[in-house]
């Protein structure tokens, strides 16, 4: 991955931040990254827009082209450990603002012993995790989905 697209996704982790802080106004220059994200990983993948946007609804199907969009999205951000295929999204602490860190600690607390034989899966139950655990993650689909 080139360097300019590594920087343009660490936005985005940025962006996922001030959307797990409340403060949910998106700002413009975080928006083509989530959008050129989630069209990377679309492509990659062949997930079905419409249930992707059922997301907005608090919805993630098991469906193995939407777990493997999920894997996608963690996978270009980095912050899958390789080898397990298990979501660290503790790598991001050092790059999330004060009022975000309880969150991502929360969410690292409740999920990151996720583990399964498909890293598809993996993703797909850690994410099923996040949105059990905390209530915010759903504002994440808005990022993705913007128009």
Known sequence: MTSRRRIDFSLLVLTLCIVLSGAFEIPDRY??????????CVRETGASEELLRQCLDGTVHDDPAVACYIHCLFDKIDVIEEETGRIQLDQLIYLVPDDVKEAVEHLTRECSHIVTPDKCDTAYQTVKCYFKAHDEVIKFCHLLMLD
């Open 31 to 40: 928006k083509k990254p989530a959008k050129l994200l989630h069209e990377i």
